[in-house]
């Protein structure tokens, strides 16, 4: 119960973070953490907190960093960490046995081909860091607090095992 | 790369294209799409790609499958297949390499991997590409050569077969058979093809072939099956066949049918194998010589003797020459050295043989080894000489004579002998060759030792083994072995035992020759070593019997006791030797044929009668006392020796005679000094004695006649008083002189003496004598003025005269008679016996005083020295007289001997070593009364009574004395006052410190300080030992107070 309403929260929040959040700035709006994101798995919440961390200390970092190569290692350590979390996540559907799996499978590795062709852009200097970042925020608020918080309520509906 | 771009087909499943795009054609590829949608094989059929990458957006699962579509699908299933996705997990990868993809790229990728994994593919389908092209040229290739070999396989002449390998080599299925194969074994190929090779031939595996088969095919090394006998029961013939390997791993054999050679052929070789048989079996070599020289034949003897056995050839040119040319048959016997540098001998024979027409085409030579023949033979010979040799050489010679014909004999360059001691387990002495004395010589030093050592190791070993050791080998040699000859560290020893009574009594060895020791050469060897011991050993008794001969007979003739050989029974002298000449006078010549009871030899019948009792007796007569009689009637004493014994069968006497008169007078002798020596023992234990009691009584005296002089001083004016004194001081004198005569006959009493003509003395005694003797004495004197002087104190002497004289008066007191004396000097050389025996040789002057009197009676000869012993009435003597005499005369070094016999009278001789000091007159000793002085002296003296008594005198005399009763109290004294003394009178014996500790303690403060030492009887200073200590003064108790008196006046005055 708790969860369907921050989910709901959760989808109030998005119109007005995008709204706030300009394309042409360079500096964009840092996601703020907050309980409302959380899906109601401790494990799960715990990698999305840091994987925001990691997106904000992006922003920081892909805008003040004269290093180029330092800034390709970023986002590699960023694909590294989805890696790792998809893979996570993925074994606690197998775990208790989540309906949505192929499908959710299926848009992990969507998701790491489209940051592949992020990366590479970025690297063949075709694409901006803004993109990047973008994508990257695209990717938390659409597919975490939308497509996540599905296994959550899976899970906290009781749909396989307790927790 | 290539030339040509290379088409990429990507196939995207889900997802845009563009990255890859971007990507690949930059790097030139050319670039199609499809969809999965699409009909992908038909449109890849169309374009054939070089490759496809297939490119997943999503999971890998949708690519997977097309890959595993495409590699089923015609004409495509070549071209390789990369695939791209992200996160696969590793199920993915593996269904992938499965469907067969190529290449899996993850996501993310770096766009260099792409193009390098992308390439990489490609070459591996371009290098397929290649390959199938180099392939399809091979195989066209290799048909062309199967048909140029399939027409070769058809057409050849020979058999051949080919067969392949089943059952793992173990057995062989025939694959072909060519037209010449049916043929010979009359089967067609159709019958063959596909059977096993034992079922075709079942001959196959007795033949042989069939293991030459699984060789060839093992080891792929081609073989000729040698020509043999093929038999089954179909068909049969001799087959020559020739075994290998091709390289498809089949196995070719290719063969004739020799079956018609072969039969000739043993025809032929039958009867020559017959032939050869025989001439083999021949021992002796045989060869024909052609006319040009060459061997037509030669059997295997021959080949032994010639081919490898002569280390030069025979030169047999001359008499092949001669052969040819006279055509008459010729023998000869040649030694010659073999291969192995051992003599051999062979006895050869040429004999001609003409052809029809006579002329002599070939030689016929036979040659006979009689090496072993001949070497007996010889050996015979060497016998004979060593025989010959043993006559000719001493032993010592002889062995080393035979171990050089030894060394011949064994054609080695050394022999040597060694000796084993009897009962010593050990090698003796050694001797060499010649040979080998050269070979030591030469290699000199150590290595001669080693040498030397080296051979006697090897005895050694023989003599433990009782064996005989033979070494053929190469061995490490002692350094500097190797420059003997033939020096290649070659060597060879060969060593046998003589052994007799089952020890080894030698050992002979040979060794270094140039070819090995046979069992011959140890049979020859041990006959040798038997020889040479036995005439060694032979010859050594012989000499040894000769020598001992010579020995016994020189002993006999250098013994110094008389031997004499007689007849038994007649007493026929045989012989005698020198000493017996000697001994009794009687020359051999004189001696020889007589008997010997006409000689006279025995004082005693009972001799000749104890002689001639012997042989009935048996047992040998040993050191019998008798007396023997010389040539010249002189009696002397013998010991003889007698035994009987056989010579030449006649019994007959040895007697061995000992001249043992000296040995008898030196026993007498002998007994004659042990009664002295016992003598002069006992007068010293009784000297000692009375010297103590002696001491002792002086200092009482001393005592009683200085108070008495004392007193005397005290009294001049009573005259009665003087008179009593007088007599004490008499009494005293008499005393002291009593008291000294004992020290005399202790010889305690130290004199000085002075050089002294003793005739003087003499003759002032018989002054004396004439004077006081009683008429009925007549006195005569032999003085001899020729003589030299004696050490000896003048009053001593006197004493000794008169003392002698007394007792002569005493002796001849009741009946008169003749007192004589003289006087004479006599040498005394070493040796003489006839003279007193405790004396030294030397120069002596000997004074005799004889009486005519009664004599000494036996009993008492022997006592007469000792003191208080006396004959006389008390009252008559002191029974001091002889005592004194015998302690004056030894003390000076002389004797004193008695001759007494009883009614006629006694002898005394007395001997006086001379000295050869200067003759200088006795020192005048005498002086008015002594001065007296003022001086300050010290007297010290632990005897109150005495110190008080000098105190006095000296006072009196006007001196100041300051007296002390101990060393200490008086060193302090002169301490406290050091200058304030003049002189110190010193007592020698003291508790606490001695006279002389306390003469240095005061030199030591004052050196310049006259100090005079007073001694009693001691022996613990002598005058030189007090003067060395610095002693100026030194009286011995008792003295006269005057004697001191003017001492001291001599000192003080030379002091001033």
Redesign the interface.
């Given at each position: 119960m708790l969860h369907s309403l921050f989910y709901r929260i959760s989808g109030l929040l998005v119109p007005e973070r995008s709204g706030g959040d300009s394309r042409e700035t360079d500096m964009h709006q840092k996601i703020n953490w907050t309980d409302s994101y959380k899906i109601g798995i401790d494990e799960i919440d715990l990698q999305h907190e840091y994987f925001v961390l990691m997106i904000n200390r992006l922003m920081d970092e892909l805008h003040d960093s004269g290093n180029r190569a330092y800034r390709q290692r970023l986002l590699?350590e960023l694909?590294l960490y989805a890696?790792f979390h998809?893979?996570s996540e993925e074994n606690l559907m197998i775990k208790f046995g989540f309906p949505g799996f192929?499908d959710h499978?299926?848009?992990?590795?969507?998701l790491?081909?489209?940051?592949?062709?992020r990366?590479?852009?970025y690297?063949?200097s075709r694409e901006t860091e803004g993109a990047v970042v973008d994508f990257l925020v695209e990717w938390f608020v659409k597919h975490t607090l939308d497509r996540d918080s599905l296994f959550g309520a899976f899970i906290n509906h009781g749909g396989g095992m307790k927790k | 790369m290539t030339g040509a771009a290379q088409s990429v087909f990507i196939i995207s499943v889900g997802g845009e294209t563009g990255l890859l795009t971007e990507i690949l054609s930059a790097e030139g590829f050319r670039l199609s799409y499809a969809d999965p949608g699409d009909d992908i094989e038909a449109l890849i059929q169309h374009s054939s790609p070089d490759l496809v990458l297939v490119d997943v957006e999503g999971s890998a699962g949708q690519g997977i499958d097309i890959c595993r579509s495409l590699k089923k699908a015609e004409g495509v299933g070549l071209i390789p297949v990369v695939l791209t996705a992200p996160l696969p997990d590793l199920q993915d990868k593996e269904d992938a390499f499965r469907a067969g993809c190529s290449d899996f790229i993850t996501k993310p990728f770096a766009p260099a991997e792409v193009i390098v994994r992308i390439r990489n593919g490609l070459m591996i389908r371009n290098n397929m590409k290649l390959l199938e092209e180099v392939l399809d040229a091979q195989t066209e290739q290799l048909k062309q050569s199967e048909t140029r070999f399939r027409d070769i396989f058809t057409r050849l002449s020979i058999g051949a077969v080919i067969f392949q390998a089943v059952e793992g080599g173990s057995d062989f299925m025939l694959v072909d058979f060519n037209p010449a194969a049916e043929q010979m074994e009359k089967i067609s190929k159709e019958e063959v093809i596909g059977r096993r090779v034992a079922e075709v031939f079942p001959g196959i595996a007795d033949f042989g072939l069939l293991s030459s088969l699984k060789r060839v095919w093992r080891t792929g090394i081609p073989e000729n099956h040698p020509t043999g006998f093929y038999r089954d029961e179909r068909i049969q013939g001799w087959r020559a066949n020739h075994v290998f390997k091709l390289f498809t791993g089949e196995v070719i054999t290719v063969y004739r049918d020799v079956t018609e050679e072969k039969v000739a052929e043993r025809e032929v070789a039958k009867s020559r194998d017959f032939l050869q048989g025989v001439i083999d079996g021949v021992r002796d070599g045989l060869r024909v010589i052609n006319s040009d020289g060459s061997v037509a034949y030669e059997n295997r003897a021959a080949l032994d003797a010639f081919s490898h056995a002569p280390a030069v050839p025979f030169d047999d040119s001359p008499m092949l020459e001669d052969v040819f040319n006279k055509g008459q048959a010729l023998i000869a016997e040649q030694a010659v050295r073999d291969a192995g540098g051992r003599k051999r001998i062979f006895e050869r024979s040429f004999s001609p043989v003409p052809d029809e027409s006579g002329t002599i085409v070939q030689v016929i030579e036979l040659s006979r080894d009689v090496t072993a023949r001949k070497q007996w033979q010889t050996l015979k010979e060497a016998q004979m000489r060593l025989t010959g040799l043993t006559l000719e050489y001493p032993s010592k010679q002889l062995l080393q004579v035979f171990l050089d014909e030894i060394e011949d004999q064994m054609d080695s360059p050394m022999a040597f002998f060694h000796f084993f001691r009897k009962g010593q387990p050990m090698v003796g002495h050694a001797v060499w060759s010649a040979g080998t004395v050269k070979h030591i010589r030469r290699i000199q030093g150590d290595a001669g030792n080693a040498f030397v050592e080296f051979a006697a190791g090897w005895a050694w070993e023989c003599a433990c083994q009782k064996q005989p050791v033979v070494y053929n080998g190469t061995g490490v040699l002692p350094e500097g072995m190797g420059s003997g000859e033939g020096a290649t560290g070659l060597i060879r020893l060969l060593v046998v035992p003589v052994v007799r009574n089952d020890r080894v009594e030698g050992t002979l060895g040979v060794g270094y020759r140039g070819h090995d020791y046979t069992e011959t050469d140890v049979k020859i060897m041990q006959a040798l070593g038997d020889m040479a011991w036995d005439s060694y050993s032979r010859k050594q008794a012989e000499e040894a019997r000769h020598s001992s001969e010579e020995r016994l007979s020189r002993m006999v003739l250098s013994s110094p006791d008389a031997i004499c050989l007689m007849g038994f029974p007649d007493g026929c002298i045989l012989d005698v030797n020198p000493s017996f000449e000697a001994m009794f006078g009687h020359t051999r010549g004189a001696a020889l044929g007589m008997d010997c009871r006409e000689l006279g030899l025995w004082e005693s019948t009972g001799m000749v009668q104890r002689l001639f009792e012997l042989p009935e007796k048996g047992r040998p007569v040993r050191d019998l006392e008798a007396n023997a009689r010389r040539a010249s009637g002189e009696v002397f004493e013998v010991s003889v020796s007698a035994d009987a014994m056989a010579l030449e069968e006649d019994l007959c006497l040895v007697v061995t005679i000992r001249d043992i008169s000296e040995r008898k007078s030196a026993e007498k002798e002998k007994k004659a000094l042990e009664a002295q020596l016992q003598q002069s023992r006992r007068l010293e234990a009784v000297g000692t004695m009375a010297g103590g009691i002696a001491h002792d009584f002086n200092n009482i005296l001393s005592a009683i006649v200085g108070y008495a002089q004392l007193a005397m001083t005290g009294v001049r004016g009573d005259r009665e008083t003087c008179d009593r004194l007088e007599q004490i001081l008499a009494a005293g004198d008499r005393a002291k002189d009593l008291v000294s005569q004992i020290l005399l006959f202790c010889r305690q009493e130290t004199r000085e003496l002075k050089p002294l003509r003793v005739q003087i003395i003499v003759k002032e005694a018989i002054k004396f004598l004439r004077s006081s003797l009683p008429s009925t004495i007549r006195i005569r004197q032999h003085i001899s003025e020729e003589t030299g002087m004696v050490m000896a104190d003048p009053t001593q002497v006197h004493q000794v005269v008169m003392n002698i004289c007394t007792n002569a008066y005493h002796a001849m007191k009741s009946g008169g008679g003749v007192l004589d004396l003289s006087l004479k000097q006599v040498e005394l050389p070493p040796g003489d016996v006839s003279k007193p025996v405790l004396l030294k040789p030397g120069t002596y002057l000997e004074l005799t005083i004889s009486d005519t009197g009664a004599g000494i009676p036996e009993r008492v000869r022997d006592r007469i020295f000792e003191p208080y012993y006396t004959t006389r009435e008390k009252g008559e003597g002191s029974g001091l007289g002889l005592a004194v005499v015998h302690g004056i005369v030894t003390g000076l070094g002389g004797e004193v001997v008695v001759e007494t016999e009883t009614g006629r009278g006694t002898c005394f001789r007395v001997y006086l070593p001379v000295t050869h000091g200067s003759d200088r007159s006795p020192a005048e000793r005498r002086g008015g009364e002594p001065a007296g002085g003022s001086e300050h002296l010290l007297f010290v003296d632990d005897e109150e009574t005495l110190t008080e008594m000098h105190r006095k005198l000296l006072s009196y005399a006007g001196y100041r004395v300051t007296a002390a009763t101990d060393g200490r109290e008086a060193l302090a004294l002169f301490k406290k006052r050091p200058e304030a003394f003049d002189l110190v009178i010193t007592d020698m014996t003291m508790p606490e410190m001695t006279g002389d500790v306390l003469a240095e303690r005061i030199r030591e403060i004052r050196p310049e300080i006259p100090i005079i030492l007073v001694t009693g009887y001691n022996e613990q200073i002598t005058p030189a030992q007090a003067e060395a200590k610095g002693i100026r003064g030194y009286f011995e108790k008792p003295f006269l107070q005057r004697e001191l008196a003017l001492k001291i006046r001599e000192l003080l005055d030379k002091e001033r």
């Open positions: 590699e694909s890696a998809f893979t192929d499978r299926d848009r992990h590795r969507r790491l081909s489209r940051l592949n062709e990366m590479n852009y690297i063949l | -």
